[in-house]
């Protein structure tokens, strides 16, 4: 018999972000900045941030949209993680969320050896540019359990 892998959708999806989130805290490159204290996660948001370990789960969650996805990009992850803004008496619109957070931790991710940054190949349709998980990076996050 052969042994099988654990795959990242093995685990219920809000349990396997909080364990990745906390392995991600014993990786030396990821560090949460000073300014994360105090910036809000986007536009729409009234408040900065009150989670202690903001940081880490939004850093297991983009991890875990590269791992599914294959490649993503700053903006389509801006996109993702969008919110209503409330404007008074104008009815809500949908406002991308802050690109300062997500382009620092794919810096972090890209400094561990998680992810590596594609290009676009001319000539070639449906390849686009963004991040994509490295060997390590998937193994990182498929020895999860």
């Known amino acids: 018999?052969?042994?099988?892998?654990?795959?990242?959708?093995?685990?219920?999806?809000?349990?396997?972000?909080?364990k990745l989130a906390a392995a991600l805290k014993n990786v030396s490159e990821f560090q949460e900045p000073e300014w994360a204290k105090f910036i809000k996660s986007s536009s729409s948001k009234e408040r900065?941030?009150?989670?202690?370990?903001?940081?880490y789960?939004?850093?297991?969650?983009?991890?875990?949209?590269?791992?599914?996805?294959?490649?993503?990009?700053v903006n389509r992850l801006r996109t993702k993680y969008g919110s209503k803004k409330n404007r008074g008496m104008?009815?809500?619109?949908?406002?991308?969320?802050?690109?300062?957070?997500i382009r620092t931790v794919l810096q972090q991710a890209d400094k561990a050896g998680f992810t590596e940054s594609v290009k676009d190949v001319k000539g070639l349709k449906g390849k686009r540019m963004g991040r994509?998980?490295?060997?390590?990076?998937?193994?990182f996050m498929e020895e999860i359990k």
């Open 48 to 55: 900065p941030i009150e989670d202690i370990d903001f940081w």
């Open 1 to 18: 018999m052969t042994e099988r892998k654990n795959l990242v959708y093995e685990i219920e999806p809000q349990e396997y972000n909080l």
């Open 90 to 101: 104008k009815p809500e619109r949908f406002v991308k969320s802050g690109g300062k957070i």
């Open 132 to 139: 994509k998980l490295t060997e390590k990076g998937r193994k």
């Open 57 to 73: 789960k939004r850093a297991a969650s983009i991890l875990k949209q590269i791992y599914k996805k294959k490649v993503v990009g």
